[in-house]
Structures are given as structure tokens and as C-alpha cells.
């Protein structure tokens, strides 16, 4: 197709005008950069993902891996596309220059990111565990570790995966049964079986390295005995020559509604003698390091989620500008030609929820991004304050998305009728593709238990805070502004509403009960995510806003649009909150009194 | 599986308990009947789609109809299974003794229907199109257009058809092309090309009788010029004897998001000399009779999403009793047995999410077999009673459970996490089915217009105030229920408020415009389901509090769940006609003022 696959404007606004982005270049790490060398990094991702991602993203979908005679084959595009971006040293964009890095910042590397996401986001995943898993042996191997493997999965010779869910054990990780023992040698012999393994075997490389939580023998059960181990697919020497194959197998490919692209595998550790596998850090705090690139995880699935959502909405969005179809009701003269779908209202309708949402999460993820960057270059401060929104928004930045993208592109579908329905299209995979997202990397009802459970009480309620605090900043930022100002107005009550909600919620823990408060954490995800789009959208207007008079006739369309998305989004979709505040308020216990004998 | 494909005591519930169904063998068509032959029937068909239809229900997803060398092929149970369907005499399961038929009320061949919607829907399309196109011709066609083709519908050597759609003309029926001209015969030559034509071709039936929007030449334009034509694929003469090939040519296969099993095709008619058609009735009111068949259709199909949503929520909630996971917040033990996630409270959540949607549903569906039945059997009043509510309730009966039922689905993947998302489980594919539902029949947007720009206004309003008493009187019914009681009071306010809005809504016509008023059909709509479903809820709240005293354990049981459910949908999900009246009442501008170049 001829459309960008994320619309410049939208991307300077967000990066540039809505973001502080140029200024990044007065940190010290970025003192090379400036918004010219992010965008011209930003238009050779677009270039490498138009002319190698985004051709092949329906015949991936129509030609899934298959398993044969041991070997996993694919289309050959898959491998020139990856080689491409590796070519381009995006897997290494963030790292350091002694590393071949180009010390971008984590918002432009996100951006980057969202940009393979729409051409094809499951070529891309190749890419992108590879990138989270060199990242936990940056943050977390050692030397040795390092020199082996890190500058392999750098320049694209080794991929990686995470292996953390078992058949048995998926939401509890605790539970997980694979088991390392000690050898001789200061490595560990591995055993178990791993399922749903993204990119777990395939020829794209030369190498995989699969970052694998298992239990030492003798440790304690539970969360607080699993440790973290490099497991490469075959062994390598402290040269990172390739040595012989190591004692993992794939048992099997997974076959999944969507997403096809991706092997999703089970995976068989030390079926022979045991896979050998090397010790990350201490033993026992594998899952904290797990987490570490989990968190990163989280919002990379956000993220893939929005541009998914992003995609469908620009696609329907071209759609109905050019399929005529009846007339608006003033018109209805059949002797007249057929009008565009998008003179439909109900057509705008489902346009403007799908710009709502898929701009709203795009604002979502990139601050998150943002946020990365304080906690890696910020000043003590800003390091401080941005590690405690991240933690808090986190479970936000993954389900929100994970759900609201999803409909905008159930929207999509809608709006290309019949045809949307067809395999002719795109709109229908991005749709089978998204609903992976609110399952991945901890399902969205694992997020709310997050977020009620510890991401609101941890600190002693200070992330809570000063989310507010912020909030608090940008509703008074409306003041004077005549379109922002009711919607701050609405915004601001919002939060006055969660904090009252918040102190009551955290009350109850210890008059109904933990089980009780938490057995509706999922409406409180909800109207969290409600406020924090919200506030998101404001931001948005307020730029909007301040802009429109001095803007030209494009922009002023532009930032009239940006008004009227927050506009919709704050009057129509945030006063679903007060319903969901009574549910909350009483500790609702409908669904928790539920018995299994009553279904 | 070993499932049964509907509960049977949900089953009897909705249709001997809620409805009076039991009390139709009063009425004279009935008076051979009984409780007895209705559940023999049932029993039949439970059969039937046990031995034929289940078993290749996933099978006819993954290998789809192929059109090779002229012919369609496709997996042959599809014919033994349909031919079974026949043998069963489920074509003909309504019609009148005379003609073959069984002489049962709408409200258990719906049931029957349903049965073989939750085994196999694809399969199941092929029979229920033939039985749409058999109820036109039956009611329309001419002696000897009856004579010539019912027979052998009803006894399956032929299949049907509506061919409505044209690749320019989809929602606006009224700008269709298809052209029909007087022959000397006074049969017509039709020419043009249809779309979407489900069982437009295959080698399931020795004809396939296709009935065809056509307009004829000097027609007036739009809707109001618009004739109905069979056109068989195999001409027949007066004995029924198929002769030579029509001119009616599959131009191609659809490929589809799901929904597999069912050719969608494109037909060309008239490519050589014009395809023989016989006009139905009288010229120019063919949009009349077809709508008679498109009503039928749509109950159909809101009953074909809740027979989906049905099977996700049966499959969802076995594989929670079954899976273990995790424990309870209170018993974090790792060296205890991992638990069922049923005892999840946000598993049951979702489960009761899911009950609510496709019960609810359940009972709207049957509801409007049950006004089906009166208007075909009732006494005069019931007849007109139900005439007008049935036309009312057809747009919420077609879009609800097409909206909330694949929402059901969605729910269903979710609790079944990884497992959900891959091919090996049935739940992905009911959600790609189901979401067919939304679009066609009319979309969900045109059944929102039609709500509110037609059938309530229609008739001085009487219809929707007949269902404003209906309701009332349920509410006035849950008196001195101490469970039912405050559930009524909500379903009561909110029938209030919907009486304000409408009447605010008509009247803003004339002062905001239709257009205007109609840009925000789909949140009036969607309000109105609230309130319908709430109201179905009630009814079975009700039933299942009068009948919890002297009830077994197994049955406290089940009244128990359908409490539950009620109070679930009615405190959680009703409330949310909150904020929509909100937008409703100042007849909210956003959407409608968005403007194309905003985008």
C-alpha cells in the first residue's frame, strides 16, 4: 500500500511537540544527537521496514513455520528482512558506540520499534527478543558472559528468547519444574520442558540464546528458588566460535490464530545428558532479572498492541475515504453517485475511537519510553521520580492497549464490512494478531493484580502520588484555554475520585479482605486506564491547543483533529468511571460470591 | 468433547420455564404436540449434530472450500451431514404436515437451530439458508413456483440462497445494478455480478435455488424499483425435473477470517444470454419480501452469535474446573497442588461475564421464536402484540448478541491464556466465527438506524411502549422477591429513563436534525440492549426465586447461578446507560462536527 506506515505528523508531534525529545541531546549520552540524527534514524527504519517487512506481512500470516526433518523452515523474506535490520545496527540502536550502539535514546528506539510493528510485527519479534535478551546479559552477566555472547546477538549472527512458561505453569511461575544442577565445571546441567517459546528454534542464525528460569536442585520451591541461565543452542567458546550442538530439542511448533509468523515452540532442555547452562548473576534472583527485561517486555507488547491497533485504524481510515457507499440522510437521492463512507457518521464515529485509542496508547508507550530514558541518563531526580511512574504504569502500558487496540481494530473490521471480513485485507490478521497481547508476558488479569496488589501500595503509595501530582500539573496547565479547560475540569475530577477511591480500596484490604478487594482489580485497571488516557489526551489537546493560532492550514487540521479525539475521549469514554466507582466503592462482591456449582 | 453442545437444563429452563412453550399444544397447529415431542425433537437433533456435525467442526475450517477446474470441492462430511440434517426432516421441521413437515413452533426449531449453530455453524449455514429461501417462496412465490421448487428444498435436494449484495452495493441495497428483463415467456434475463453469496456454489445439493435482487428494465431507481427473482443454477420444469445450466456463473471464492466451512462466493449472472429468472410476487416489491426473509435472518443470526458465545463459554468454563494454576491469594503455599483457576475470583469473573452475555442472549432469541409463534398462531391480540415487538426487538436481537456474545469469546481465549490463542483448542475459533455476526444481515450501524429512525418512531411509538409495559410488568411481578426486588427497581428506573431519552430524542429531530440525532444511533442502541438484556435477566431472576424453595440441591443449584447472573448484569453492566444518557441528552455533537481532513 501506498500509506506511511505511521503518519510523519503524527510522530513529530508525539516525539517532538507533545514529548521533550531534541532536549535529550543535553544529556551527556546523547551530546552527538539531535532530533536531525533521530529522524534520520527514524526514516532508515521506515525505509528498511517498507522494503523488507512490510511486503512479506501477509504471506507470513498464509505461510506459517513449518517442522520438518528436524529443521524449522520458513519464507526465505523472513531472514533478508532481520538481516536487514541487523545491517542497519538496530539491534544494537541504544547500546553504547564501544558496543557498535548508536546511543539513541529508549524513545527513539521505541519509535523505531512502533514503525517494524506496523510493517510487520512478526518478522520483527525476532528482533526484538533478541534485543531484550542481550539486554539482560548487559544488565546482568558477567564478563565472560558478555564477551561470548553479547556481540553475536548484536550484529544479528545470534537471536534470543525467553523461556519461562511451562506446560503446567504459566501465570505461576513458581511452580515452573525445569531443574539445573551443578557440574564440574562451574556450569549447570538443565532439564524440562519449556511451551509457548517465541522464536525457540528456526535458521534465521547462526546461534539462539535462550534465557532460561529453572530451579537449582536444593533450592527453596516457590518464586524465591528460580534462578536464570544462558542455555545457547549450541555451545560456544570464549572466541564466540560455534561448537557443538547443545542438549536442547524442539518437540513441536505451536499453531496459533495469529501472529503466525513467530515459531511459537515447546521446547525440550536435557532430554540426553542435560542442556548445559550458564549461571546469570546469583543464584535464586533469576526472576528478578527476569523481570528486568519483563517490565521492558510489558511495554514493548503496549506498544506492539497500539501500532496494531494503528495500523488497522489507518488502513479503515483509507478505507472509508475511498469506498463509496449510500449517501448521508439529507441526500438520500439514489439518481446521485454514492458517497464516500466516511460522510457516514457512525463511519466517524468508529474513526474517531479507533484515533482515540490508538493515539492514546501511542502517547501512553512513548512516555513510558521516555521515563526509561530518566531512570538511564535523567539527574537524581528525574532517575527517581520517572523509576516510580514506570513501575506504576507498567500493567497499564501492557493491558490498556492490549484491550483498546484490540477493538479498534475489531473496529476496523467493521468499517470495511464484508470485504474487512476477507482475507483480501489486512484489517482481519492485525485483528487475529493483537489478541495475542492481552495474553503475553502476564495476562491482563495478572496486570490488575499488579497494579491493585502491589504497584499501589509499594512505597508507601508514593508512584500513586505523584502520578496525581503530575495530572495535577497538566489539568492546571488547561487553566485559560478554552477548549482544554472543561476537559480538565473533568480530568481533575477524575483523580480526585481515584484517590478517594485508591485510600478506600487499600482500607478494605483489611475489613473484606484481600481476596475480596482484589477479586475486582481488574475495574480497577479499567478506571485507572480510563484517567491515565485521559490525562494523555489532555497533554495532547493542551499542545493542540496553544498551537492552533499560529498554525498553518495542515496543522491547524491536524491539531483540530488532536482536540476533538481528546475531546471524545474525555466526554464520552472517561464517565465510564462512575459506574465502575460504585462497583468498587461497595467492594462489589457479585463476582468473587460466585460458585463453581452455580454455572 | 464429551460437553454437551447445550446444557440440557438450561435448555428446558428457557423453554419450559421462562417461556410457556409447554402451552403452544393448546393452540390448533400445535395440538399433536407436547412437552414430549418437543424434547423428542430436540433429542433428534441433539443426536444428529452429535454423530454429524461436531466432529468436523474444526476440520471445516482448516481446509476450506476449494473452486478448481468449475467445480467446488469440499470435505464430503459436509454433504452427510446436511443429508442427515434432511433425512432428520429438520428442512421442513416448521412446515405443514401436508408439505412433509413436523408442524413445530418456531420457538423449538430455533432451539433445534441452535443445537447445530454450537456443533458445526458452517455446516449448518447450508440448511438454514435453503430454510430462509424456502420460507420466501412459501410465502410469496406462486402456485407454481411452489410446485416446482419447495418439495424439493424441503427435502434437501436443493439449497438456497439471497443474493442481496453487489461488490458497489452493500449497505445501500437501493443503488443496486443487477437488471431483469421481460422475456416473451414471461420469464426474466438477468444480468450482474453479487458478492458475499453464501452457498452461492458447491456440490452439496443437485440445485441450488438462488433468490435474486434484481431491478427490472425502467424500474424506478433506488429501493422502490427493486423486484425478487428465483434464478435456480439448473433450470426445472413443472415436474421438478432439473434440465440445462442456468447462466449463472461462480466468478470466485471469498476467503474469510473464519466462518470457513460456508462458500462465500461471487456469482456472475447473465455473462452469456441473461440468466432465467422468475419474478416473486409482484415487480417493485421485492425489498418487502425480502425483508420478510431478511427479519427471519437476523434473528438468526444474533441467534448464530449466541449459540458461538455459547460454546466458548461451555469450553472456557470445563477447561477452568480442569486446569490447574496458581492458588488463592490467602493459600500461597508452592508445596500444595497448584489449583483450578475457577477458584480465580477474576476467572469467575469473566465466566459470569460470559454466562450473562450468552444467557441472556439465550433468552432474548427464544423470546422472539416465542413472538414468531403468536404471530403466526396466536389469538388476534397476541398477534398484533407481538407483531409490534417483534419488529421493535429485531435490530437488538440481530446486533446484541453479535456485539456481547463475540465479547463472550474473546473472554473464553483469555481464560484459557496460551492455550486459548493456538489452533488446538476450539475457542479462536468460534471468536473468528462470531465475528462475521457484526457485519452481515445488515451492520450493526444500519440495525442502529433502524432502531431509532424506524421502529420507534413507527406506529405513534406504540411499539416501544408496549415494550415499556411488558417490561413493567415483569418489574411489578418481582414484588416481595427479596433477590428480585431491588434488581427491579434498576430495570425499572432505567425503563424510566429510556422513556425520557426517546422522547427527547424524537423531539430533538425537529430542532437538532435527524441527522444529528442519528450520528449517535449506535449509542442509543447499545443502551437499549442494556435495558432489553436486563429485562430478560429479571424474567429469569424471577422464575429462578420462586422456584429456589422447593428446589433439589442440583437444581437450587442452577437457580442459584441464574441469580447470580441476573444481579451480575444488572448492577454491573446496566449502569453503564448512565453516561450513555448523558450523551444522548445534550445529542452529543463530537463525532458527528469530526471532519475527514481532522483525520
Keep these: 500500500m501506498s500509506l506511511p506506515l505511521i503518519n510523519p505528523r503524527e510522530l513529530a508531534f508525539q516525539l517532538y511537540e507533545l514529548l521533550p525529545t531534541a532536549e535529550l541531546s543535553r544529556r551527556e549520552r546523547f551530546a552527538d544527537h539531535s532530533r536531525d540524527t533521530f529522524d534520520a534514524a527514524i526514516d532508515t527504519a521506515r525505509r528498511v521496514a517498507e522494503d523488507y517487512f512490510a511486503p512479506h506481512h501477509r504471506e507470513v500470516d498464509e505461510h506459517e513455520p513449518v517442522f520438518e526433518d528436524g529443521v524449522v523452515t520458513m519464507l526465505p523474506q523472513v531472514k533478508v528482512a532481520l538481516d536487514a535490520y541487523a545491517e542497519a545496527g538496530f539491534l544494537a540502536a541504544h547500546h553504547d558506540y564501544e558496543l557498535g550502539g548508536m546511543q539513541l535514546p529508549q524513545v527513539v528506539t521505541q519509535a523505531i520499534q512502533g514503525i517494524f510493528q506496523v510493517a510487520n510485527i512478526a518478522t520483527q519479534s525476532y528482533a526484538l527478543l533478541t534485543v531484550a535478551a542481550a539486554n539482560v546479559i548487559h544488565h546482568f552477566g558477567s564478563a565472560q558472559q558478555k564477551q561470548r555472547f553479547l556481540p553475536a546477538m548484536l550484529d544479528g549472527r545470534f537471536t534470543g528468547t525467553m523461556c519461562l512458561t511451562e506446560p503446567h505453569a504459566g501465570s505461576s511461575l513458581g511452580d515452573l519444574r525445569t531443574s539445573a544442577e551443578l557440574q564440574t565445571d562451574g556450569t549447570y546441567a538443565i532439564s524440562g520442558n519449556k511451551i509457548f517459546i517465541s522464536g525457540g528454534d528456526h535458521e534465521l542464525s547462526q546461534n539462539i540464546v535462550h534465557l532460561v528460569l529453572a530451579r537449582i536442585k536444593g533450592a527453596p520451591s516457590g518464586t524465591r528458588g528460580i534462578s536464570l541461565f544462558i542455555v545457547p543452542k549450541f555451545l560456544v567458546d570464549d572466541s564466540g566460535t560455534i561448537g557443538e550442538r547443545n542438549d536442547v530439542a524442539l518437540a513441536g511448533l505451536l499453531h496459533k490464530m495469529g501472529w503466525r509468523g513467530t515459531t511459537s515452540t515447546m521446547l525440550n532442555f536435557g532430554e540426553k545428558r542435560g542442556a548445559t547452562g550458564y549461571l546469570i548473576g546469583e543464584p535464586n534472583q533469576g526472576l528478578r532479572y527476569m523481570f528486568h527485561m519483563m517490565n521492558e517486555a510489558r511495554i514493548g507488547v503496549g506498544m506492539g498492541a497500539t501500532m496494531l491497533g494503528y495500523a488497522g485504524y489507518q488502513h479503515s481510515l ?39 485509542y490508538v493515539e492514546g496508547a501511542l502517547a501512553l508507550e512513548l512516555y513510558c519510553g521516555a ?109 485559560g484555554l478554552s477548549i482544554c479547560a472543561p476537559l480538565a475540569n473533568s480530568v481533575g475530577d477524575s483523580v480526585a475520585l481515584l484517590n478517594e477511591l485508591t485510600a478506600h480500596l487499600l482500607r478494605s484490604f483489611a475489613t473484606a479482605g484481600g481476596e475480596a478487594v482484589l477479586a475486582n482489580a481488574s475495574v480497577y485497571l479499567d478506571l485507572c486506564g480510563r484517567i491515565l488516557i485521559s490525562w494523555m489526551w489532555l497533554r495532547q489537546a493542551i499542545v493542540a491547543e496553544r498551537a492552533l493560532d499560529s498554525a498553518t492550514a495542515d496543522d491547524s487540521d491536524f491539531y483540530r483533529g488532536k482536540l476533538q479525539a481528546a475531546r471524545y475521549y474525555i466526554t464520552w469514554e472517561l464517565p465510564e468511571i462512575y459506574p465502575q466507582a460504585e462497583i468498587l466503592r461497595r467492594i462489589d462482591p457479585t463476582c468473587f460470591e460466585m460458585q463453581d456449582g452455580w454455572f
Design 318 to 356: 483509507d478505507y472509508a475515504r475511498n469506498r463509496p457507499q449510500g449517501r448521508p440522510p439529507q441526500a438520500k437521492d439514489f439518481d446521485t453517485p454514492q458517497r464516500p463512507i466516511i460522510e457516514h457518521a457512525d463511519v466517524r464515529a468508529m474513526l474517531l475511537k479507533q484515533k482515540a
Design 371 to 479: 521515563l526509561v530514558d530518566d531512570i538511564a541518563t535523567g539527574d537524581d531526580q528525574q532517575r527517581d521520580a520517572a523509576s516510580l511512574l514506570l513501575d506504576l504504569l507498567t500493567p497499564l502500558a501492557k493491558s490498556w492497549p492490549s484491550q483498546y487496540c484490540l477493538k479498534a481494530n475489531e473496529l476496523a473490521i467493521q468499517i470495511l464490512g464484508g470485504y474487512g471480513y476477507t482475507r483480501d485485507y489486512p484489517v482481519e490478521q492485525y485483528y487475529r494478531d493483537n489478541r495475542l497481547n492481552p495474553i503475553h508476558e502476564g495476562t491482563n488479569g495478572i496486570q490488575a493484580i499488579d497494579l491493585l496488589g502491589r504497584k499501589v501500595t509499594q512505597h508507601k503509595g508514593a508512584a500513586l502520588a505523584l502520578l496525581q501530582s503530575k495530572i495535577g500539573e497538566t489539568v492546571s496547565a488547561a487553566d
